[in-house]
């Protein structure tokens, strides 16, 4: 497609259940990061994939975070037992090369 | 541990007037700098950056000045205009291994006022 494409672009989930955030990328980009911005907070690093080569996990703040990239092009991040503190836009990004990342429009999660 | 720090929440400036965004850091490693601009309910857009070996770089309505020494860096858009109004992301890449990750500042929103 022309753009990142994320989905959905709002979710609400009760505390405790399990989600799944959807980013597809510009094709052709190899690479592929997911970010999170909390209320009044940075975006803040969660993950990076680049090509076949082990992802980057080293953003993700606890071990109900993971997330997977199917053919080089998919990617899903699963937030599983969800906290209210997971709530925030989580946004997905792609790139070709180095630091030209397109952000896609993001998946606002709120937990109840 | 914040490393790029945008200290001004909000800033509001009058149409056609200079509106400066200041960015300051706290790791001397870093060696390139970007800016990013953020509408409501969209992604971040890739705005001008600046590598270390400048101090400078303009683009247009954009020109974004670094002051190593002072690890600070700041934006400047003159003259303003009400599309400007958005949420402005300081960024410097996070020298890990073979990352390419960016680590943010909070941002600043600036409201342009016509």
């Known amino acids: 497609g022309a753009g990142v494409s994320q989905s959905p672009s709002n979710k609400v989930t009760e505390k405790g259940k399990d989600v799944e955030l959807r980013c597809d990328p510009i094709s052709g980009h190899t690479a592929l990061y997911w970010y999170r911005q909390s209320l009044g907070q940075g975006l803040e690093f969660l993950i990076y994939?680049?090509?076949?080569?082990?992802?980057?996990k080293s953003g993700l703040p606890s071990d109900r975070f993971s997330a997977e990239r199917t053919g080089g092009s998919v990617s899903t991040l699963t937030i599983q037992r969800t906290q209210q503190e997971d709530s925030a836009v989580y946004l997905c990004?792609?790139?070709?090369?180095?630091?030209?990342?397109?952000f896609g429009s993001g998946t606002r999660l709120t937990v109840v | 541990d914040q490393q790029v720090k945008q200290n001004s929440p909000s800033l509001s400036v009058q149409e056609g007037r200079i509106s400066i965004l200041n960015c300051d850091y706290t790791n001397s490693m870093f060696d390139y700098f970007l800016w990013y601009k953020k509408y409501p309910a969209e992604g971040p857009t890739f705005l001008i950056s600046i590598s270390s070996i400048k101090d400078k770089n303009e683009d247009g309505r954009f020109t974004v000045f670094l002051n190593k020494s002072a690890k600070h860096l700041s934006l400047h858009i003159v003259p303003s205009q009400p599309g400007d109004s958005a949420v402005y992301f300081c960024a410097a890449p996070y020298s890990g291994a073979g990352s390419y990750q960016l680590t943010f500042g909070k941002g600043t929103k600036l409201s342009v006022i016509p």
């Open positions: 994939f680049q090509g076949n080569s082990a992802p980057d």
């Open positions: 990004a792609s790139s070709l090369a180095g630091w030209g990342y397109t």
